[in-house]
């Protein structure tokens, strides 16, 4: 697999690959992808971020711009099954690397462009970031109604979940020509994906023609839909279904429990002070108290971690979660992959690469000699 992608989006889809077996050759142009200098790392050129979503892969360096790296590129490509890039339209064109340019070397292969907005559109080579695309797909929007202040989540959705968009789209592809032998080009937009995760369910009564409410889901958007205060503490539960919700009342037997709440249609049309009511019954035990009873009931109920207690989490580590690999700059800890196969299970392919790590290598492979071309 040729990838020639930076930042997380394409990156996050790729290690994916690497993880299940594939040999990805990062591409990289002399400078490095940005990245390698954002956060925190063993080097001034492996930050965490990139060392987490360019494991396992072999890094080469490239200059498109001569002659030698077009050669070397051409090779490579020859021989992929995958390209994939995440440059904007004019850019990849412009270096000679479009999809009919590549296909004209490899017609089998699977070329996968990872955008910011899909370029039938009129947005079609506006660049775009994680913040961005979150504006304009509505999450600030939707967390203001739920907390009062627009704001972005904790956390670079968009690049992940397009990531993965691509890591399926790319597959498909691969299996349609694992059927028919034929290649295709591949297009995944940020904007387009998230856009469509974010109406699976806030599309809700705008969805009709005519429309019959609006474009929003209230349960995830009522005010008082917030992890619980307990007497020492906090806890996160959803006491929602009937199921769930009759067990809670018949243990708990709280004074306001009564006929107006009985079903869950009920319960959805007054959620707001479902959750209000909740959260006063909550105060009056601990977390340790109320996770022992809800876990006894069934209902889904946790306790509040940070990011960096998941790498004690019993059951992550339980099931393997983690893995430590040897790197040049010594063990690292990396969350591991999330799936488990029977016959065909990954796992963290090896360390990400030291920039053109690989070149020479992999230029030797191709019958290519000499350092970065």
Not at 110 to 116: I, K, L, M, R, S
Request: charged fraction near 20%.
């Amino acid at each position: 697999m040729v990838d020639l992608t930076t930042m997380v989006m394409g990156p996050y889809c790729t290690q994916i690959m690497a993880d299940m077996g594939a040999d990805v050759i990062k591409v990289e142009p002399p400078e490095g992808d940005a990245t390698r200098y954002i956060s925190a790392g063993p080097a001034p050129d492996m930050s965490g971020v990139f060392v987490n979503v360019n494991r396992g892969k072999r890094g080469i360096v490239l200059d498109l711009r001569t002659d030698e790296g077009k050669a070397a590129m051409t090779a490579l490509i020859a021989g992929a099954d995958v390209f994939i890039h995440s440059m904007r339209a004019k850019a990849i064109t412009k270096l000679g690397l479009d999809y009919g340019a590549v296909a004209a070397i490899n017609p089998a292969i699977v070329y996968t462009n990872c955008y910011g907005y899909g370029r039938r559109g009129p947005d079609g080579d506006r660049p775009a970031y994680d913040d961005t695309i979150q504006a304009e797909c509505g999450l600030p929007a939707v967390q203001q109604q739920l907390t009062g202040r627009a704001d972005y989540v904790g956390t670079i959705m968009a690049d992940k979940i397009a990531g993965l968009t691509a890591l399926y789209a790319t597959m498909m592809a691969l299996f349609h020509r694992e059927r028919t032998g034929q290649g295709q080009e591949v297009e995944v937009a940020m904007f387009e994906t998230m856009a469509s995760f974010m109406l699976v369910e806030h599309a809700n009564g705008a969805m009709f023609d005519p429309p019959l409410g609006p474009a929003v889901y209230p349960r995830t958007v009522a005010p008082n839909r917030r992890p619980y205060q307990t007497s020492d503490g906090q806890i996160a539960a959803l006491i929602y279904n009937d199921k769930h919700w009759n067990a809670f009342i018949n243990a708990v037997q709280p004074a306001w429990a009564s006929q107006q709440f009985a079903t869950l249609a009920q319960r959805a049309q007054q959620i707001d002070t479902v959750y209000g009511l909740l959260a006063e019954t909550m105060t009056e035990r601990s977390t340790a108290e109320w996770l022992k009873l809800l876990h006894e009931l069934e209902i889904p109920a946790a306790p509040l971690n940070t990011p960096g207690d998941l790498f004690d989490d019993p059951h992550l580590n339980a099931v393997g979660l983690f893995e430590t690999v040897d790197t040049p700059a010594g063990p690292v800890r990396f969350p591991g992959v999330p799936t488990w196969l029977s016959r065909t299970p990954g796992r963290v392919a090896g360390p990400a690469p030291e920039l053109g790590a690989h070149t020479a290598a992999v230029l030797a492979e191709l019958g290519l000699g000499g350092g970065p071309a």
